[in-house]
């Protein structure tokens, strides 16, 4: 077992979905992992998958579609296995072959892509699944080890130099614009990665949650490889 997730009190390790889904997220934990040694040629999947732009979302039929190895065989049908657990259980999952996700450069001192840390909000109470099967994977960090953004006094003062109204309506303008969901890691900040084959559930931010919402961000992709993510 891998004892930076066994031995981190932000991540609980299940062993199965139903446990996934069950287990309540209580005091520093916010992330749950089910931990799993995925045997198959994820690669191979991914090599047969055609990319369209920069992100491709894979149906089923696409995954059905592919002529493949028992190795390739296999690795495709633990991912459509993953997909009937997750809409079995009401979730709307998306399998996703990508190259990169957009950059956002319209504020060098506050980007607001997947590529900072943040954490996800949802109008209704649920969570964020996810499992990379191929290529790089995502980081979690604790909550005690960031700072929200829009507390960091020279970056709030920047951020006012934005805000085109009224004093009073400026953290209404930080929660429209998202900027309260973005974070950065404190200097001795020790990110966990989440893996290949593992399916995550992490909390989200909701005033239903019993706990913080868990930090995470997208990967640097490495050179020359897709990812295949699945999440929902």
């Known amino acids: 077992m891998n004892n930076t997730f066994s031995e981190n009190p932000q991540i609980g390790i299940v062993s199965s979905f139903t446990e996934l889904i069950h287990t309540q997220f209580m005091g520093s934990m916010n992330a749950l992992c089910w931990q799993r040694n995925v045997s198959g040629d994820f690669k191979e999947v991914v090599s047969k998958l055609r990319l369209e732009e920069n992100i491709t979302e894979v149906s089923s039929e696409d995954l059905l579609n592919l002529q493949l190895s028992e190795q390739g065989n296999a690795a495709r049908e633990i991912i459509l296995n993953d997909l009937k657990l997750l809409q079995d259980f009401g979730a709307q999952p998306s399998l ?61 003062e920047q951020l006012k130099s934005l805000h085109d109204g009224p004093e009073a309506d400026f953290e209404a303008f930080l929660k429209d614009c998202f ?45 020359g490889e897709y990812r295949l993510l699945l999440i929902c």
């Not at 973005?182 to 990665?193: E, F, G």
Request: charged content about 25%; hydrophobic content about 35%; proline content about 9%.
């Open 179 to 223: 900027f309260d969901l973005h974070y950065q890691p404190k200097p001795d900040a020790c990110p966990v990665n989440l893996g290949t084959g593992h399916l995550w559930r992490l909390a989200v931010d909701h005033p239903e949650q019993k706990v913080l919402p868990c930090v995470h961000r997208a990967p640097v992709e490495n050179d």
């Open 96 to 156: 996703n072959l990508l190259k990169c996700y957009e950059r956002d450069e319209e504020l060098d001192f506050f980007p607001t892509d997947v590529y900072s840390y943040h954490v996800d909000r949802s109008p209704v109470m649920t969570d964020t699944f996810l499992c990379t099967y191929h290529g790089a994977a995502s980081d979690i960090l604790p909550n005690d080890q960031v700072t929200q953004k829009i507390l960091i006094p020279d970056i709030r």
